[in-house]
C-alpha cells in the first residue's frame, strides 16, 4: 500500500515538473518578444503563432489545474487513510488496555485459587473427640488431613469440679511426641483414671467439667492447637456441653 501511495506522488509530481516547465516555455518567449526587437519582429508579424502560444499556455494551465486538482483529492484521500489508521491505531491501544487489564484480573483469580488450594492442600484436619463406651469414656484424637501428623501432645484441662469452676484450671498431659499417620485415630489414652485420680480415685461421685487440647505439627513445620468440645461427665453420664 505505502509503494503504491509514493509511486502516485512520484507520478504526480514529476507531471507537474514536466507542465511546470512546458507552460514556462511560450511565456519565456513573450518576453524574449517584448525585448528583443528580432523576436519581437517575428513575434508580432506571425499571429499564428500568438494564438499558438496563448493556445499552449491555457491548455497547460488547464492540465496543471486538473492535475493541481487531482493532487488535492489524492492528498485528501491519502488525510483520510492516515486518521482511519491512526483511529484504529488508537482503538487496537485501547484493546490492548482492556486485555492487559484482563490479564491482571485474570492472574489475580489465579493467585487466589493457587492459595486455596495450597490452603486446603495443607490444612490440618484434627478432631479429638469423647466418647461414652459401656462404664467408661474414652478419648479418640483422629487425623483426617491429607498427610501424616505429629502430635505434640495431648492435654487434660479440668475446669469444673462437682459443678463448682476452679480458679485455676488443672491440667495433665495425656500423651504426645508421635506420629499420627492420615486417617489414624489415637484412643490409647488414660482419660477417665486421669479423672478419677482428681476423684480423690474413685468412680463414685465424680463430677468433672473438662476439654482436651491437642498441639500438632502439620506439613508447614507450624505448631498448632486444636480444642475438643467441652464435655461434662457426672455421675457415669457424658454431657457435650459446647464446641469451639
Known amino acids: 500500500m505505502f509503494e503504491s501511495v509514493s509511486t502516485d506522488v512520484l507520478d504526480s509530481n514529476s507531471t507537474r515538473k514536466i507542465i511546470t516547465f512546458s507552460l514556462a516555455a511560450p511565456i519565456v518567449v513573450i518576453l524574449l518578444a517584448g525585448y528583443v526587437p528580432s523576436v519581437s519582429d517575428f513575434y508580432e508579424h506571425h499571429h499564428w503563432l500568438q494564438h499558438l502560444l496563448d493556445l499552449v499556455a491555457a491548455l497547460l494551465t488547464l492540465v496543471l489545474a486538473f492535475v493541481e486538482v ?3 483529492g489524492e492528498a485528501n484521500r491519502y488525510r483520510k487513510e492516515a486518521n482511519e489508521y491512526r ?100 484412643k ?35 505448631m498448632e492447637t486444636i480444642f475438643s468440645p467441652k464435655y461434662r461427665y457426672s455421675h457415669g453420664e457424658l454431657t457435650t456441653l459446647s464446641y469451639k
Request: zero cysteines.
Open 70 to 72: 487531482r493532487h488535492s
Open 188 to 222: 490409647d489414652y488414660l482419660l477417665l483414671g486421669t479423672l478419677m485420680k482428681e476423684n480423690n480415685n474413685q468412680s463414685t461421685g465424680l463430677d468433672m467439667t473438662f476439654e482436651v487440647r491437642v498441639s500438632v505439627t502439620g506439613v508447614k513445620d507450624k
Open 87 to 186: 483511529e484504529k491505531a488508537n482503538e487496537l491501544r485501547k484493546q490492548k488496555v482492556r486485555l492487559e487489564a484482563k490479564r491482571l484480573k485474570l492472574q489475580v483469580r489465579v493467585n487466589f485459587l493457587q492459595e486455596e488450594i495450597e490452603r486446603k492442600l495443607t490444612k490440618v484436619r484434627l478432631y479429638a473427640r469423647v466418647h461414652k463406651e459401656s462404664t467408661d469414656i474414652k478419648l479418640y484424637v483422629s487425623n483426617l488431613s491429607n498427610f501424616d501428623l505429629w502430635l505434640n501432645q495431648v492435654l487434660l484441662i479440668i475446669t469444673q469440679i462437682n459443678a463448682v469452676t476452679i480458679q485455676q484450671p488443672k491440667e495433665h498431659t495425656l500423651g504426645g511426641a508421635r506420629g499420627l499417620l492420615k486417617g489414624e485415630s489415637a
